[in-house]
């Protein structure tokens, strides 16, 4: 039985396919302050979602978490199996953006037995997340799961990640901006086709109470840097009108979600 189901958006002439590819369990009293306002208490189950850009000529994965390290969405297995049943050929894949040096975001795409999931895709991470052909200490500190910067540093040695510039470009219509705070690498994702823009927001925010208050940070985020970033992109998707989603949150939001926002 699966928790979240897959979601396909149209943007344009594209389709953006959310894929639910696992679940993070969390307490949400340990991610923010204790004094922190209108944070629900107890248990939460979060989905991990990846996100697959097609359209003619574009075939971009957004992030790949690896479903047998993050249980509980049903959907066991391999992330290009995955996108399989989604009827997407994983072997189509031409980028594959990593948003942010955290684990959730990045551990399903090298198999320890079958190497890297995408091997005729460039991988893409910000130079700020990377350092001397690994992860900065920072990325993975800031991580709660104990990052294990394996995946990333076998792609690294087999030339297939790109640290800033992507060696082959982007689709016109897929845009990284930067956003500090939750990592300094941290990058949000602009698909914009046909006059209409979806924004892939990773986790420039994790639960919907900090949607609704952004000056809500959880206590890893460099906080001055990620409020600074959250202004950038509420600006930016009021101007456009557009609809935003996040890692861990399954809803797809207009930029009416921050009518009550002040930041
Ligand atoms: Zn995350």
Known sequence: MTRWSVQQIRVGALTVTVLPLGEITATLSD?????????P???????????????????????????????????????????????IAPEGVTHVIITH??????CGLVSPREGPAFAGARHILSSLDWSNGSL??????????AADPAA??????????????SARPLPPEITLIDTPGETRGHCVVR????????????????????????????VWADEPALRASRRRIITAIR??????????LPDVFSACAFAKASC
């Open 152 to 165: 990333l540093e076998r792609l690294f040695q087999l030339g297939l990640l790109d640290i800033g510039d």
């Open 41 to 87: 208490e107890g248990v939460f189950h979060l989905p991990v979602n990846a996100l697959h850009v097609g359209g003619s000529g574009v075939s971009v994965l957004i992030d790949a978490c690896d479903p047998a390290l993050y249980p509980g969405a049903g959907q066991a297995g391999a992330v290009s199996a995955c996108l399989g049943r989604a009827g």
């Open 31 to 39: 991610w923010f302050a204790p004094d922190a306002r209108a944070v």
């Open 191 to 218: 698909i914009a086709s046909g006059g209409e823009v979806l924004y892939f927001l990773a986790d420039l925010f994790h639960v919907r109470a900090e949607i609704d208050d952004p000056t809500l940070c959880p």
């Open 101 to 106: 040096g955290h684990h959730d975001h990045f």
């Open 136 to 145: 900065t200490a920072e990325a993975q500190a800031a991580d709660g799961k």
């Open 239 to 248: 101007r456009d009108n557009a609809r935003f989603l996040c890692s861990h």
